[in-house]
């Protein structure tokens, strides 16, 4: 009986070393595994620091993209491949992973932040350090230094000095900013004079062709006022301002803010950010918080650079906080004459209906008054109609007051008796007869009674004539007055005296 050991691929690659000059670049993948078959998957290419820079497609062996011979010092680094064989390791992980390392020997590089660095800047009776990073497979075997093409001697001087020592370095690898092993190169310049304000340059050689990098000194001079220093906005309880940044005169700047109420003695500052000598000058802002609502501030705001140089002050910007009561009170306000609209609609509507009624109610009385015109009734008040009726009832007991004292009882009852028909609206015929009956003598007396009451009956009709253009106060009274009243007037116009 036989046995099949199966292992999972140990990986190995290899490291090679090349030089600028070497146009084909390889690295191979070594798995070792049984079954001896495998997968392979993308390599990478990493840094020493482990930063990722690029991937490539799985083979076992990897031919690096050919580039300029000065860029060719970026293949350096590590180089990772991963490849299976089908089988889990104990951790139950079908791909396994090695690498291995790539030395591209090429001249000293000078690294990206280096390059940033073309300018810097002294102080005139002060020390200055100017510096180089440099990334330099193999390291550099000499360092040369000089000042406007002059050769500088840094041994047993005390003017100048020259060191330089290991450290991490940032360069920029195939797009990529990694950070790897490099030096820093250095020149110290003791008790700076006017003349050496000049250009340094520093020259490598490490057995490829030689690099140099140059570096202007400057004096470093006071930092520029900040420009265009004004406010963009408030609130209750802060401000907001803007300002533009002028020059830091060589070094790092900082920007302060001061700020103080209005009409007092002491202010208060706060930092509000910096600017690195070579970081893009950008139109900046800041908030100044914990502040009185509704009070007036006073603001200026300076810079100061790392060589403790502090620009001038710019003019004083008087700044106000939103006051929140006033805030309250419009609130308040706005409140209120929402409501004093809403009520003068409400009262204008008001208006508007009672208006429409009173002229439908108008509309509604002229139509009746014509009514009452056409019918007669209007002209008939109940104050004249109630005088009229006791003025008739005064006159018609007079007379038969007056009669009575002339009759005899017989006489008296048969008087009283026509009387009383003549006001309940009955035929005056029978009246007539029994005054004919009486004597010679009661004739006059009971005729000038009867004439005066006909004449006092026209009168007041010809009154009620006179009246017809008057409105009546109640129609309808009227109406009922006039309707009995007809009878008897009747009555008096048909008798003959």
């Known amino acids: 009986m036989f046995f099949i050991t199966t292992d999972v691929p140990v990986i190995t690659v290899s490291s090679p070393t090349y030089t600028q000059n ?38 076992k062996t990897l031919t690096l993209p050919d580039i300029t011979v000065l860029l060719r010092y970026q293949d350096s680094g590590e180089y990772w491949c991963t490849a299976s064989n089908g089988f889990e390791d104990k951790n139950n992980q079908f791909e396994q992973t090695g690498y291995g390392l790539v030395t591209v020997k090429a001249q000293p590089v000078f690294t990206s932040d280096t390059i940033d660095r073309v300018k810097q800047f002294g102080e005139i009776d002060k020390t200055v350090v100017i510096y180089v990073d440099v990334y330099s497979v193999p390291k550099f075997t000499s360092s040369i230094w000089t000042r406007d093409g ?3 001697t840094t041994q047993n001087s005390t003017k100048y000095q020259s060191s330089s020592s290991p450290t991490i370095v940032k360069d920029t690898i195939y797009g990529k900013e990694i950070q790897q092993d490099g030096y820093n190169l250095t020149l110290t310049i003791h008790d700076l004079k006017a003349e050496d304000f000049a250009k340094y340059t520093v020259t490598l050689k490490n057995g490829f062709s030689d690099v140099n990098f140059t570096i202007v000194l400057e004096s470093a001079s006071v930092p520029e006022t900040p420009g265009n220093f004004s406010r963009i906005d ?8 803007q300002w533009d940044p002028n020059s830091g005169g060589g070094y790092k700047q900082t920007f302060y803010i001061q700020y103080r109420v209005q009409g007092s003695s002491e202010w208060t500052t706060v930092s509000a950010g910096e600017e690195d000598i070579n970081e893009q000058r950008r139109r900046r802002t800041y908030e100044v918080r914990n502040l009185e609502g509704g009070t007036a501030y006073e603001l200026r705001m300076f810079a100061e650079n790392t060589a403790m140089k502090r620009s001038n002050f710019t003019d004083v910007l008087i700044v106000f906080t939103e006051s929140s009561v006033s805030t309250t009170s419009s609130a308040v306000i706005g409140a209120v ?17 009672l208006l429409i009624k009173r002229t439908q109610g108008k509309d509604k009385k002229e139509k009746n008054d014509t009514y009452y015109e056409n019918t007669g009734f209007q002209d008939i008040q109940n104050g004249d109609e109630y005088e009229e009726v006791e003025n008739k009832i005064d006159v018609e007991h007079t007379s038969s007051s007056k009669t009575y004292e002339t009759l005899s009882t017989k006489d008296k009852i048969s008087v009283y008796d ?29 005729y000038s009674e009867m004439k005066n009451l006909k004449e006092h009956r026209q009168l007041r009709k010809q009154q009620a004539d006179k009246k017809q253009f008057k409105k009546p106060n109640d129609p309808g009274e009227n109406t009922e007055l006039n309707t009995s009243q007809v009878p008897t007037e009747k009555v008096y116009e048909n008798e003959v005296f």
Do not use: M
Request: glycine share 6%; net charge negative; aromatic share 8%.
């Open 234 to 241: 408030s609130a209750s309880t802060s401000f907001t301002v």
């Open 150 to 152: 002059k050769p500088i």
């Open 418 to 446: 026509d009387l009383e028909n003549a006001k309940d609206v009955t035929s005056s015929k029978s009246s007539i007869g029994d005054y004919e009956a009486l004597g010679v003598q009661d004739k006059p007396s009971i």
């Open 22 to 59: 070497d146009a084909i670049r390889t690295v191979t993948c070594n798995p070792s595994g049984n079954p001896d078959s495998y997968i392979y998957h993308k390599w990478q290419h990493k840094s020493k620091y482990g930063d990722l820079i690029r991937e490539f497609g799985g083979n």
């Open 337 to 353: 004459v929402a409501v004093v609209v809403t009520l003068v609609i409400v009262c204008a509507s008001f208006i508007v209906i």
